[in-house]
């Protein structure tokens, strides 16, 4: 019986680079770029499916948990809307950098060096990020369900992830890693994308339901991500706990 989501290999990949999680031009500028995208459609969706009215402080009182949250890139925004934010990692080092950058912000926000199955919370949350994560983990069905299990009943989870295409093979892999060099050689492993159906299977498992998802695409003309209609390499979806 599995007991553990962590990817070892992964944590230490990331650990390494988690000194220049706040550089916009260094190992993370991809997640930076990407940023502006998630935050809007993350704070929409929310606003929307909670009925939220209040403009300048859009996510107030939510619980947001935040997982696989690096060095804080997803976590200071939503604070920053309102919301009371819990995060958490798998690499000590992801939290550290978090938890320092906070601080040097003035932001609450709680950092935790843990895993969704070893994270002990009797709060439920309101939403939970799971946020290019899942295509890192060592098994999605219960890395998902161990996530579903922090999930309020009619709460919603917010899943980005790497479709898998000989698309997202092209892009993702010989684009931006060995062309572009937008990441390091070696950030992705092909054998772990996953398609939209693939996830969507274990979500049902897991008393998720698929409200929406989108493709998130890069704009080079504009040098910036938009959501799109083409799902073949990134994209993202919604799922509210049943």
Not at 74 to 103: F, Q, W, Y
């Amino acid at each position: 019986m599995k007991s553990n989501t962590i990817n070892i290999k992964e944590i230490q990949k990331f650990s390494k680079m988690a000194d220049e999680w706040w550089d916009p031009n260094g190992k993370f500028k991809p997640l930076h770029k990407f940023n502006p995208v998630r935050i809007h459609y993350i704070k929409n969706n929310i606003v929307k499916h909670f009925k939220l009215k209040n403009k300048h402080n859009s996510l107030k009182n939510l619980n947001i948990l935040d997982i696989g949250c690096g060095g804080g890139l997803l976590s200071e925004p939503m604070c920053r809307l309102g919301a009371n934010v819990t995060g958490i990692d798998a690499a000590e080092k992801n939290i550290k950098i978090a938890k320092v950058h906070a601080k040097k912000n003035k932001l609450n926000i709680k950092y935790i060096y843990n895993s969704p199955e070893k994270f002990l919370s009797k709060k439920k949350f309101d939403v939970v990020l799971n946020m290019e994560i899942v295509e890192h983990v060592d098994d999605i069905n219960f890395f998902i369900k161990k996530s579903s299990n922090h999930l309020k009943k009619n709460g919603l989870m917010f899943i980005a992830t790497i479709n898998k295409t000989l698309q997202s093979y092209i892009f993702a892999i010989l684009g931006a890693e060995y062309i572009l060099r937008w990441l390091p050689i070696g950030t992705h492993d092909w054998d772990k994308f996953v398609k939209p159906s693939e996830l969507n299977g274990y979500t049902k498992k897991n008393l998720l339901e698929l409200i929406k998802i989108d493709g998130i695409k890069f704009n080079p003309i504009l040098n910036e991500w938009k959501l799109s209609n083409d799902r073949s390499v990134n994209y993202i979806s919604i799922f509210k706990k049943i």
